[in-house]
Structures are given as C-alpha cells and as structure tokens.
C-alpha cells in the first residue's frame, strides 16, 4: 500500500520560511517523480513544484520561483520543500504526489499538510 505523509506544515509570519517534509512508503521511491502542488480555500489544487527520480530536472510554478526549493534524498524515501520569504498567498493546504517515471499523470497523492502565512 502506497503511503505519502506530509509533515511540516504550519503558521508562520509574512517574510518567514518552512520546510516539508513528505515520506514515501509502498512504492519504490527512486523510481518516481515527485511533487508539491498546493489548494488554497475556494481555489483549485494548483502545481507548485516537482523533481526528477534522479533529481537532475525540477521546475516550479512562476508564482514560487526564487523563492521554494524542491529537493529529495532516495536513500530516506523522503521529499522536501524549503520555503522561504513566504506571502500571505502561499497560505494553503500542500499536497505531495508521486508518479511512475515516464508516465504523465501523478498516481498517488498525500493527505495535505496546512501552510498558514499571517502578517
């Protein structure tokens, strides 16, 4: 059984930084993209960054760029993403997700961890 588990996640102040953290179980973690995307209150789930099995290629939603860094390490089957200089719009509940390399589509998805950023 797949298992993605975000942790990370909470309050913090405009200009402030978090990182998450989500670990992979079920699946061979090396062998898979993976992702942040992220849905905010009354808003669609929207991409926010992803990374390569290899961790060669990653790219990042416009409204992020300069400012998150996806990264991963397959030896602890675990994803990250830094946060920093973070907006009142970044508050939303993030999501990891993960998909078969080669394939398009993200298979398996985490339950969310909330990110709340207040001035």
């Known amino acids: 059984q797949v298992q993605l588990v975000e942790s990370g996640g909470g309050l913090a102040q405009t200009g402030g930084s978090l990182r998450l953290s989500c670990a992979a179980s079920g699946l061979t973690f090396s062998m898979n993209d993976m992702a942040w995307f992220r849905q905010a209150p009354g808003k669609e789930r929207e991409f926010v960054a992803t990374i390569s099995w290899s961790s060669i290629r990653t790219d990042y939603a416009d409204s992020v760029k300069g400012r998150f860094t996806i990264s991963r390490d397959n030896a602890k089957n675990t994803v990250y993403l830094q946060m920093n200089s973070l907006k009142a719009e970044d508050t939303a509940v993030y999501y990891c997700?993960?998909?078969?390399?080669?394939?398009?589509?993200?298979?398996?998805w985490g339950q969310g961890t909330q990110v709340t950023v207040s001035s």
């Open positions: 997700a993960a998909r078969l390399r080669g394939r398009s589509k993200y298979n398996y």
